[in-house]
């Protein structure tokens, strides 16, 4: 199965619209606008709230949390590094393997590919598109994916 993650060019706040593979809308992404660090809330399109993610603020290098019903399930902390940033991602004991800032990675539970994450070229605003080869495996892999993003954005405004 497929998701695609669009940001919304003109917004106030990283906003993301999630579509499925045939372009109809299954979540949207809102980050609270006043707050200290991100704050993502993750919506179905029946506007019921499926995750959280949200950065940790008393730390030297970002931390973000991910939760999903109240419970925590994964954390993303950058290491300290001197020319390539680096994560330590402990997540439903997942793996991930490729280019976080190219857009280009897989996930994998073991030997097994969990998802395939990649970037669009030639669209307006960014477009990410997330194969995922197990159905239940959607809300986690999504929620890990947004992570890394907010990750990046992070590093990106250090």
Not at 19 to 48: A, C, L, R, S, W
Not at 70 to 94: A, C, K, M, N, V
Not at 148 to 157: E, K, R, Y
């Amino acid at each position: 199965m497929r998701l695609m993650i669009k940001q919304r060019v003109f917004a106030w706040t990283d906003t993301y619209d999630i579509y499925d593979e045939y372009g109809n809308p299954k979540y949207f992404v809102k980050t609270e606008f006043f707050n200290i660090g991100h704050h993502m809330h993750i919506y179905d399109m029946y506007d019921q709230e499926v995750g959280v993610i949200h950065q940790e603020i008393f730390h030297l290098l970002p931390v973000f949390e991910v939760e999903i019903g109240g419970r925590t399930i994964g954390r993303i902390q950058r290491r300290f590094s001197l020319f390539t940033p680096r994560y330590d991602i402990e997540y439903h004991g997942w793996q991930v393997q490729g280019d976080l800032f190219g857009w280009d990675y897989d996930v994998y539970d073991g030997s097994y590919c969990i998802a395939h994450i990649g970037k669009e070229l030639f669209r307006w605003g960014d477009t990410y598109v997330i194969d995922i080869a197990n159905p239940e495996d959607e809300i986690l892999g999504l929620m890990l994916v947004l992570a890394i993003d907010a990750a990046n954005c992070s590093n990106n405004n250090d």
